[in-house]
């Protein structure tokens, strides 16, 4: 039972536009959330999260917006960079304080 | 600071030998994790430790096993591998009461 879902496996988006990349999660005890970017052969590092209390957060060029009604937050990069092509991954935590993880966007930033 | 430190980068283990991955960080946090990646199912929670002495399953404990002797050190040991362990193993950890946890580079792991 995937408790958090990343349904769109990739996604590609011009540098310079906005990219969008979106969460599911069906835990409604979920109360805190994380992106983590992971380039290949190296560790997930973290970019920016979210408490349950608020709907949304902003870091430079990084946005995460939370809809809990819908169970849905979704991450917003403008603009998209080269740099910004990665692995996406959303996390959510519970009251026991462990990280349940998305599978994953694979985000490709082009020229 | 070195961060978390993980040991080997990679590593090819016949089916029913042991091993054990390191995990090492210098930050001092009490909380430490191991996780493992594969195509198409995201991190997995394998086993955690929320301070020296203490540890509990995660999502996907079986054939693994842990154990917390000091807050520096936190190895994965796999008893018997097997081919369904192949895959790249993270190391995290963090402080009690911050969310965010630190990974580091992780091991690719080979079972044949």
């Known amino acids: 039972d995937q408790q958090v879902k990343q349904n769109s496996p990739s996604l590609s988006v011009q540098e310079g536009r906005i990219s969008i990349l979106n969460c599911d999660y069906t835990?409604?005890?979920?109360?805190?959330f994380l992106w983590y970017k992971k380039y290949p052969a190296e560790g997930p590092t973290f970019l920016i999260s979210?408490?349950?209390?608020?709907d949304k957060n902003e870091d430079g060029r990084f946005t995460v917006f939370l809809n809990k009604s819908a169970k849905h937050l979704s991450l917003h990069i403008v603009p998209s960079q080269p740099g910004d092509s990665a692995v996406y991954f959303c996390?959510?935590?519970?009251?026991?304080?462990?990280?349940?993880f998305g599978t994953g966007t694979r985000l490709q930033v082009t020229l | 600071n070195a961060g978390v430190t993980q040991t080997p980068k990679f590593q090819v283990l016949k089916t029913g030998q042991s091993m054990t991955l390191q995990c090492a960080q210098d930050?001092?946090?009490?909380?430490m994790s191991w996780y493992r990646q594969d195509p198409g199912m995201g991190l997995r929670l394998i086993h955690y430790?929320?301070?020296?002495?203490?540890?509990d399953q995660g999502e996907v404990p079986n054939g693994y096993n842990v154990s917390r002797s000091t807050t520096e050190d936190f190895p994965l040991r796999l008893l018997s591998a097997a081919p369904s362990q192949t895959s790249v193993y993270f190391c995290?950890?963090?402080?009690?009461?911050?969310?965010?946890?630190?990974f580091g580079p992780g091991t690719r792991l080979l079972v044949l």
């Open positions: 979210i408490s349950s209390i608020k």
């Open positions: 995290a950890s963090r402080k009690p009461g911050v969310e965010t946890q630190y």
């Open positions: 835990n409604s005890m979920f109360d805190y």
């Open positions: 430790s929320v301070g020296a002495g203490i540890t």
């Open positions: 996390a959510a935590s519970g009251t026991a304080s462990k990280l349940t």
């Open positions: 930050m001092n946090h009490e909380y």
